[in-house]
Structures are given as structure tokens and as C-alpha cells.
């Protein structure tokens, strides 16, 4: 059974750097990704790794957002954050050949760590 854990949610400035990582899924038919979600909002795709090794990365997070991974975890590495990153944050699992920030293509999620940038 898949069990994704995120860990390196907190609280920073505006400004602020955060990390997040979870574990690596080893079956090479998946590709992960991370996702975040507001009590006003539906949940966003952020940024995914594809088969290739390229990333796919929505517009809002360009520039300050990077994800990646090495032998073991997926890792997102926030820079310069917003109080508008404020969000608990997920790392999911989906095959390779879905959608990369389509919610509904990830069939593995994590409980979700929490993020907030304050002002």
C-alpha cells in the first residue's frame, strides 16, 4: 500500500523559503506531483515531474517554485513566498501518461502539510 507523508510545512514571512518533501514512489509507470488547496478554493495543481524529467509548473508559481527529486523524495523548494501561497500542501501520485496538474489523474495523496506566509 502507498503511503505518502509530506514533511517541511510551516510558518514564514513574506519573502521566506520553505521545502517540502515526501517519498519517492520507485515504480517508474508514476509520476508525482504537488498540489495545494484553501478553504476558499478548489484544490491547484503547483508543480509536476514528468517521465522525461521535465517539470510542469502553473503560472502563479513560476520563477519561485521548483520541483524536484533525488534517489528517495520528491521535493518542493518555494522561494520568495506570498501570503497568497498560504495553503495546506499535498504530494500525489498519478501514472505517467495523465495530466501533471490535473487533480482527478492522481490516484496516490498524502494528508497534507501546512504552509502559511504572513505579511
Known amino acids: 500500500q502507498v503511503q505518502l507523508v509530506e514533511s517541511g510545512g510551516g510558518s514564514v514571512q513574506a519573502g521566506g523559503t520553505l521545502r517540502l518533501s515526501c517519498p519517492l514512489i520507485r515504480y517508474s509507470r508514476y509520476c508525482m506531483g504537488w498540489f495545494r488547496q484553501t478553504p476558499e478554493k478548489e484544490r491547484e495543481g503547483v508543480a509536476a515531474m514528468n517521465a522525461d524529467g521535465t517539470t510542469t509548473v502553473t503560472d502563479s508559481v513560476k520563477g519561485r517554485f521548483t520541483v524536484s527529486t533525488d534517489s528517495n523524495r520528491l521535493f518542493l523548494q518555494m522561494n520568495s513566498l506570498k501570503p497568497e501561497d498560504t495553503a495546506t500542501y499535498y504530494c500525489?501520485?498519478?501514472?505517467?501518461?495523465?495530466?501533471?496538474?490535473?487533480?482527478?489523474?492522481?490516484?496516490?495523496w498524502g494528508q497534507g502539510t501546512q504552509v502559511t506566509v504572513s505579511s
Open positions: 500525489a501520485a498519478r501514472l505517467c501518461q495523465s495530466p501533471a496538474l490535473t487533480e482527478g489523474a492522481y490516484v496516490y
